[in-house]
Every structure is written in C-alpha cells, then in structure tokens.
Nanobody, 125 residues
Framework: QVQVVESGGGLVQAGGSLRLSCITS???????MAWFRQDRGKEREEIAC????????THADSVKGRFTISRENSKNTMYLQMNSLTLQDTATYFC???????????????????WGQGTQVTVSS
C-alpha cells in the first residue's frame, strides 16, 4: 500500500522560511514527484516538480527564486525549501508521487498519482 505523508507546515511571518518534507512508502524506484498547493476558493496550483533521479526540476513562476524542490531517494523523501514567504503563499501544500514530467512542469495522472493529506502553511503579516 502506497503512503504519502507531508510535514513541516505551520504559521510563519512574511519574509520567513519553512521546509516541507514528503515521505513515501510502498513505491518502487524513483518516481517523478511534485508539490501542489491550494488555497480556499482557488484552483490547485502545481508549484514545483522533480524527476525520479533528481536531475531535473521545475518551479512555477510564482515561486521561482524563492522555493527549491529537492529529494533524497535513499530516504524516500522529497523537500520544498520555502524562503521569502509572502501572504500569497498561504495554502494547503500537497505532495504528489508518480506524476508525469512534461519538461516544464508535472501533471498528475488521475487514478495513478498518489497524494498526501496536505500540510497547511499560513503566512502572517
């Protein structure tokens, strides 16, 4: 059974930093993975993607230069380092495992991609 568990969210002041982690179990081999986020009343947004071997990454324009995705396959863990947080970064952040890498982003594959339960990030002024 595949499990995807995010952690590291919380309340932070604008300009601060957080690091999210996503641990997977039950998946064989390195899979493409991604971070998505969704705030209330807004559409889900793919913000960062990393290939299974960790060589290629993409970041959405909204987070480029501030967020960095990385992974440690030996620990079955993916990370999202978030710096210079703004009020607009407030959202629930989701880890997605086994996504399709397009070269410029990652897409979930309905019925195939595994999702975590999400971790809340709240940025205060």
């Amino acid at each position: 059974q595949v499990q995807v568990v995010e952690s590291g969210g919380g309340l932070v002041q604008a300009g601060g930093s957080l690091r999210l982690s996503c641990i997977t179990s039950g998946l064989r081999g390195g899979r493409n993975m991604a971070w998505f986020r969704q705030d209330r009343g807004k559409e889900r947004e793919e913000i960062a993607c990393i290939t299974g071997d960790g060589i290629y990454t993409t970041h959405a324009d909204s987070v480029k230069g501030r967020f960095t995705i990385s992974r440690e396959n030996s620990k079955n863990t993916m990370y999202l380092q978030m710096n210079s947080l703004t009020l607009q970064d407030t959202a629930t952040y989701f880890c997605a495992a086994d996504v399709r890498y397009t070269g410029t982003s990652c897409d979930d594959v309905p019925g195939h991609t595994h999702w975590g339960q999400g971790t809340q990030v709240t940025v205060s002024s």
